[in-house]
């Protein structure tokens, strides 16, 4: 028996398992929100990426302008016309939410935070965020600056997968700058050693927002919440959703990325079968249940015909849970198969045009012959 979600104080939220990328739960996850300081994790994720294109270098100096200087809110309290290594830089906007210092960042990277918002904008699109628009670095509230529980959660996954090595920035809990230390804000750091990021944010049009990631057991959950009360509700939001999402839900991995599932029959190339497989890993989160059974069945598009591209989708993969149907993905040639001499494209025409007359599916005779369309495998999932 699976309990129904808990039901938050706030407006929007998501709860996603960072394995499988599945939403295990939400409440208006596309509503397009303002995000405050959460806008920072697309900052950081920017300004990270140039650092592993080496476009930027964590010991570059940044001189610190005046607009930076200057900006409200939160800061780092920089000094104007001083000069600050980005890494620094990285941590006064991760743990002291600092807006100086990502006005500062951004102003060194795409030289004036508009130029800057478009790298976020493009970044956004890339990473398929489609309920996201950035106008500035910071997150300080401007008419058409906004983005969603859904796009924040899974923007937090990619700074996990994509930026690993610059995660643990996020789990910090105080930086000290100019003799000021500041405590990250992020409640859950202290009350929950499972946590390890990543960033709240707050203005009085979002209201309190945070964006969090746990591990245990080897399981990693994300929460994104928007429009809470207040900076403890806030925490505890992001704490019933991890609870709920540990304790009643598991991710297996079905079939893994470039593992060989099946090698059907070609015609007309040098080679009789091709090995097909999945492009990323079959990874679903599903209600716990020991006893669940599962079922994988393989379509292949038939008749598969030389030259065949490695990549070219040859059919699909199904997961079936009794009746009900699970997942499905494309099935991709794992190689490249060219096209065979004259006399066995020839002869594999002339086979196939017999079938086809015949009103055989052409190729079905062979290939189910080798056992490969419409194979069933069985296993059980955790």
Known sequence: MIPSAPQLNAKSWVLMDAGS????????????????????????????????????????????SENAWRTGGSRMFLDPR?????????????????????????????????SFADLMNATAEKLGLLDTHFLNPTGLPVPDHYSSAQDMASLARAIIID?????????????????????NRNLLLWRDSSVDGLKTGH???????????????????????????????????AGKLLTYGFRFFDTQTYAKAAQVLANPMIWKGENRTVQVGLLD????????????TTETRLNINEPLTAPIAMGAVVGTLTLYEGDKKLATRPLIALEAQASG???????DTLKLFILDLFGAAAGSLETNASGVVDSLQRSGSA
């Open 341 to 347: 001499g004259w006399w066995a494209r020839t002869w």
């Open 21 to 64: 990328g599945d939403i295990i739960t939400s409440h208006d996850p596309h509503e397009r929100l303002p995000p405050a300081s959460l806008t920072k994790l697309m900052t950081v994720y920017v300004a990270t990426n140039e650092i592993l294109a080496n476009r930027l270098k964590a010991d570059d100096l940044v001189t610190i």
């Open 203 to 237: 203005t009085e049009a979002a209201g309190y927002c945070m964006v969090t990631s746990a591990v245990r057991d080897g399981r990693r959950l994300i929460t994104a919440v928007f429009g809470s009360s207040s900076k403890n509700n806030r925490a505890n939001d």
């Open 82 to 114: 001083s000069q600050v290594p980005v890494q620094d830089l990285l941590r006064g906007i991760v743990i002291g939410s600092g807006n100086d210092a990502s006005v500062a960042l951004a102003e060194h990277i795409a030289g004036s935070e508009d």
């Open 281 to 292: 890993d079959l990874s679903l989160t599903l209600p716990k249940n020991p006893k669940r």
């Open 163 to 183: 930026e690993s090595a610059y995660y643990s920035l996020y789990k910090q809990k105080h930086f000290t700058w100019n003799g000021i230390r500041q405590p």
